[in-house]
């Protein structure tokens, strides 16, 4: 039987198969060459000493013991073409992955997806990024493989159902990922690697069966006696089913009113919000690692902040190393940003959204739209922020010490965000109350991170897309919307998910509970 180790190694053992193999052949007491393999099983990166180490967690095979390599395989997914139909609405990781697990148990999914494919997202990418023009159903939001396609591919989530986790990993491998998400204690796979393993889930789904439909925007929900029947579509077209998985994500603003108007229970939810700052990413690595320069065995350092600031969380949010800032709205008329990072994250750069928790209190200025008075708050900020920086994708922008001691900055050097920038005072964006959390907060993370307060970091508002401003209420035990029948509302949009990972977990749930509804 292999033996099973926890090693603590140097980076440079880590990361070198000879150097591994001869570390864990002295803790097992053998010669190297009577070790056959050594197989990471997870790893991690110990940076509280100034003598950085790396948490290995091993299998050592000795020479007379046999290794075989496990490939990691697909189920064995059904063809469902005539099976029956539920629709899925919203093609992000919850409706994908909700999707493929209707097929492994013999039903056939009808994924209605407002936005373009993959490759046709791009276009209108380069538009908002270049032209400033904001396509409304095709953009960082909306669009297959939804917001977590162009924004990084993190897969860390804090669920407590590891093994649900692993499978969500285990089929990201299947479908083109690549091991090391296995083995990595924050995988991730990275937004130029990502959109190919959507289109190859995506073609699995036709494959076996399933429909798949782009540019298509639901406009209605058909409901009789509290029941769902189906959807009605931009185009006027009709699409039956009783049973609706609805996962449209924390964007989908019509989707709300939509409900809202049929008089549908929603809920407003608290979110958190803030703003995207962006640091040398060498600045960043000589604070993490306590070195000048990191060398070859170390990745870009990510950080990870949280205080307490005058009775409300302020932390940091989707921290992208070595990555970029990017333009987010999904409306004309108002600016968000969001950050994302290429799989070697190899930018100059590194960001993360720093945000402060909300509370329903926040929300009374916009009372009168009862529980659409979250979404109401983020848009005004949305908008004032557009208006503030001049009414084109360029966002407001100031550098940390000068928002902290409320002052213009003089100069806004140029920044990962492609659409510009435009000197503002941040005070103008947000509520009194929230600007005064962030400048405290940014002092006390400052004592936290030695460095990290200063001018060399460039702030841009807002980082307003944290999560949805909405529940969708469901039966704990059903899932099921307690006033409509056949309603699954799953994955962030309902507030029920907060990643990529989560939300595909949600989405298997919501599918295998419509199983059980049918059986």
């Not at 539920?86 to 909700?98: D, K, Q, R, S, Y």
Request: aromatic share 8%; with cysteine.
């Amino acid at each position: 039987m292999p033996q099973e180790l926890q090693l603590q190694v140097s980076p440079e053992i880590a990361a070198n198969e000879q150097l591994l193999t001869e570390y864990a052949a002295q803790i097992v007491r053998v010669s190297p060459k009577l070790v056959h393999k050594v197989v990471i099983l997870k790893r991690s990166i110990d940076a509280r000493q100034k003598a950085i180490k790396i948490n290995l967690k091993v299998s050592v095979y000795l020479i007379d013991e046999k290794y075989t390599e496990q490939p990691i395989t697909l189920p064995d997914y059904k063809n469902v073409s005539n099976a029956q139909e539920v629709i899925i609405v919203g093609a992000g990781p919850a409706g994908l992955f909700a999707a493929l697990q209707l097929i492994e148990l013999g039903f056939k999914p009808v994924v209605i997806e407002r936005g373009k494919d993959v490759r046709g997202r791009r276009r209108d990418l380069k538009a908002i990024n270049v032209d400033h023009i904001v396509n409304e159903d095709s953009n960082y939001c909306f669009g297959e493989g939804g917001a977590g396609t162009y924004s990084d591919g993190k897969l860390y989530t804090r669920s407590k159902k590891r093994g649900d986790v692993d499978r969500i990993l285990q089929l990201l491998v299947g479908f083109g990922a690549t091991t090391d998400i296995l083995v990595e204690a924050h995988p991730h796979i990275g937004t130029n690697k990502l959109p190919q393993i959507i289109q190859d889930i995506r073609e699995k789904i036709i494959e076996c069966g399933g429909k798949v439909l782009f540019e298509t925007r639901v406009t209605d929900f058909i409901i009789k006696a509290n029941e769902i029947q189906g959807v009605v579509t931009q185009n006027g077209d009709t699409i039956e089913a009783n049973k609706l998985i609805l996962a449209t994500g924390h964007s989908a603003r019509d989707i709300f009113e939509l409900l809202d108007r049929k008089k549908i229970l929603i809920e407003a939810k608290p979110f958190a919000l803030g703003v995207r700052a962006e640091h040398p990413q060498e600045l960043i690595d000589r604070i993490q690692y306590s070195c000048d320069f990191r060398g070859d065995y170390l990745p870009p350092a990510p950080y990870s902040i949280v205080k307490q600031v005058n009775g409300r969380g302020m932390y940091s949010f989707c921290m992208c190393p070595g990555g970029v800032i990017a333009p987010c709205a999904t409306s004309p008329g108002e600016v968000v940003t969001n950050g994302w990072s290429p799989s070697k994250r190899d930018q100059a750069t590194a960001n993360s959204g720093i945000v402060v928790e909300l509370k329903l209190e926040d929300f009374k200025p916009f009372a009168k739209f009862g529980p659409l008075a979250g979404m109401e708050f983020q848009k005004s900020i949305e908008q004032k922020a557009w208006h503030l920086a001049g009414q084109t994708q360029k966002v407001p922008a100031q550098r940390m010490i000068d928002f902290i001691q409320n002052k213009v900055s003089a100069d806004i050097p140029k920044t990962s965000y492609v659409p510009g920038t435009k000197s503002v005072e941040m005070g103008q964006v947000f509520p009194g109350f929230l600007s005064q959390i962030l400048r405290e907060g940014f002092t006390e993370f400052g004592k936290a991170m030695r460095g990290y307060m200063t001018n060399e970091a460039i702030l841009h508002a807002p980082e307003s897309r944290t999560s949805s401003p909405v529940r969708i209420p469901r039966d704990t035990f059903s899932l099921e919307h307690p006033q409509i029948k056949g309603l699954y509302p799953c994955g962030e949009g309902a507030g029920f998910a907060g990643g990529i990972i989560s939300a595909a977990i949600d989405g298997e749930k919501c599918a295998l509970k419509i199983a059980e509804s049918l059986q």
